[in-house]
């Protein structure tokens, strides 16, 4: 599939927006990069992260304890990915350019690879978000149909059963198949890699001996093979489907749109923008401690329209974009609860479990 192209004017929704957002700071006064309080929160995250997983290798806790603690880790590695290297990787961690660096390395002490993640979801997800056939992030084949120009098999009849299950193993087969695939490979889907450099070819294979002595290696000599294997598959599903479920309840919703571009012209119906806002859904966003805890991804909307800003400040500029959609009559879509967009995604997957 040819790579398509959106619309664009010099009086675009999508400029008007960013005049008004870019009035907001300057009028505030403040950066529109992370504050105190997001660096808190990292410190808080990275802490928690370190003590639980000192004292589940090497003081070696009870077996139910143990178990407890590894959905913990899980969790905490969920959220330093949502709030800490999500914000590192697309600039709006610090403006200090080292800071969002070391930020997004956290990506690669946790088992992944922060140049494959790069090209994935800042340059293919964020640009053509829900295009089957180059969005990566809605490509769950041959398990989950995620829309309705996807081929359909006789196992997605129970897809709204069992997605639980397909989300939860996200994390252990990204850090120990996708990465290594798009590596060899030499591209995500049909977009190719920009070639690495001898650096980051150093990186991906260091940080991957890295993560094997800490997460894997290390657990082994102090506990055992099998309460390792118990514990590294109990934390690594629960991670997996955390991270899977809040970009899932972002795009893959009842009123989510999946266009494609016009066959003959390649370009798509809507500008960038207004393909944003049809294609990504908020949730809970009045929530405080799910947006603590996810980075204010449950503000997907702003961040996809302003991802460079960091999350600490979308709750204020949700307001500005929500009061513009509604003057032009582009459609925000946002659900109030977690829960009703939860029911929404398996509507979404039971809708597509037919033929």
Known sequence: MSIPKFSGSAQSFHSELKRRISEYFAQAG?????????????????VSFLSVYVHLV?????PWLALIECVILGGLTAGIGFNIMHDGMHGSFSRYKWV?????LSLNFLGANNFMWRTKHNIIHHTYTNIEGIDDDIEAKPLLRLCETQKYYKIHRFQHWY?????SLLYIWWVFFTD?????????????????????????????????????????????FTPWLIGF????????????????????VEHTHFPHPNEETGKMEDEWAVHQLKTTANFATRNKVISWLVGGLNFQVEHHLFPRISHVHYPAISRIIKKAC???NIPYIEFPKMRMAVVSHVNHLRNLSRR
Not at 163 to 167: G, I, L, N, R, T
Not at 189 to 216: C, D, E, N
């Open 30 to 46: 403040k950066s529109s990069t992370g504050n105190i309080n997001l660096y808190t929160k990292a410190i808080i995250l990275v």
């Open 58 to 62: 090497f003081f070696t806790p009870a």
């Open 100 to 104: 969002n660096e070391l930020a997004g």
């Open 163 to 167: 997605f639980w299950a397909a989300y």
């Open 180 to 224: 290594y695939k798009k590596y060899f490979s030499g591209k995500i889907g049909p977009t190719p890699l920009k070639k690495m450099t001898i650096g980051q070819h150093i990186s991906f294979w260091g940080f991957k001996a890295l993560h094997a002595v800490i997460f894997i290696v290390t657990p082994i000599i102090t506990v055992g």
């Open 233 to 252: 598959i109990v934390y690594g599903m629960f991670a997996g489907f955390v991270l899977s479920i809040v970009f899932q309840l972002a795009h893959t």
């Open 326 to 328: 509604q003057e032009f």
